[in-house]
């Protein structure tokens, strides 16, 4: 687990915080099979999908513009 103060500015990861956060995830991210999130560095990201971005965050589907 995590306070938000350990990430770097902008790569806050979707899962692990302390604290609750409220999830949004670009519906646009559907298209591939692959999902590329942060995970706290610059240097730190996972592979997930789409759908499990969504479970595992509780996130909301949102057509980002």
Do not use: K, N, Q
Not at 12 to 38: E, I, K, N, Q
Request: hydrophobic share 50%; with cysteine.
């Amino acid at each position: 687990a995590f306070g938000l103060r350990s990430c770097v500015a902008g790569l806050v990861p979707p899962v692990g915080s302390l604290t609750p956060l409220r999830t949004v995830v670009d519906v646009s991210l559907a298209r591939y099979a692959v999902v590329w999130a942060a995970a706290g560095h610059s240097h730190s990201v996972f592979a997930t999908t789409y759908d499990d971005l969504l479970t595992m965050t509780a996130g909301t589907p949102v057509e980002v513009v």
